[in-house]
């Protein structure tokens, strides 16, 4: 990439709405429409971190480090340059109503689909509700871009964005979607595809933190499916990392006010769910938060504990002997 495509970038990315998209606030303004405050990249408690939106330029008098949007997204979500740009560009690309088109084409599909609508069925998303709730759709697979185009989308928005392939064809197929902010996750039906897929760029924060972060107790579990039967099964306080890997995100967000989070993460064979729980409950005791290990019956995740007959009480009791 050139010096001048950098440049470009950089003008399309200021430095300012790009940290406050990353929750950075401004504490006290300085000379010169400078402005100090936390520093994101490491913890601060006194504001070391001094931002010029003039310049596009930080520097933080804390660790000592600085430089353009390209360094801070580098250190922020930890990548090397190239990724970095890579990241800034998907980060830009992706335009909200291009998702929120593609998101609404693929809830029109998943009634046409009864194959879709019995997957649901059978992993225990069984209430009209909790599908109006999520927002779930299902891709088909071939007919989103005829769909996105015909509404004045580029195919080569469509590509940026990961919705289709270079040569133009879908990129989810058979896949039910779940929109996340800023992406969209997909889940396949087909044994022989990656279960997993997200569009490039970052997953998002914590799913549907906005209702959840009031409770003074949080349940959280790993994957869509497990969201989807504890609200079901009547507990709201529940929310979603999308993998047992938080980024930096999510974890400031548990970490946002006094609160018990009860870890459910898959109590699966190797035992890597529970590894990442007891790694995460630590990190989360140090900040001050109460953490609690959540114990599955073996081999079990809280979709398979619902799908199989577990009821409410019985989990009601897990969370209560969580340690
Ligand atoms: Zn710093």
Known sequence: MNRQALDELKQQIPLMGYLQAHDWSPARPLSGGRWMGLCPLHEDHKPSFLV?????????????????????????????????????????????????????????????????????????????????????????????????????????????????????YDAYVRRIVFPLEGNLYGRSLSADAPPHRFLPGAKGGLYGWEQVHRYPEVILVEGLFDYAVLWEAGFQNVTCSMGTHLNARQFRQLCDAPRTVYLTFDADGNGSGQQAAQCLSQNLWERGITARLVSLPQGHDPNSFFVQGGEARQFRSLLEAAQ
Request: aromatic share 12%; with cysteine.
């Open 52 to 168: 010029d939106p003039n310049k596009d330029l930080f520097y933080c008098y804390g660790c000592g480090r600085g430089g353009d949007v390209i360094r801070f997204a580098e250190l922020y979500h930890q990548v090397k340059f190239p990724q970095a740009v890579a990241l800034l560009h998907q980060w830009r690309g992706v335009e909200p109503s291009l998702l929120l088109e593609a998101a609404r084409f693929y809830r029109i599909q998943l009634h046409r689909h009864s194959e879709a609508v019995a997957y649901l069925y059978q992993r225990g998303v069984r209430s009209l509700a909790t599908i109006e709730l999520m927002r779930i759709g299902y891709a088909p697979g071939g007919c989103l871009r005829g769909w996105l185009t015909q509404l004045g989308y580029s195919m080569s928005a469509l590509y940026q964005a990961g919705l289709v392939t270079g040569i133009g």
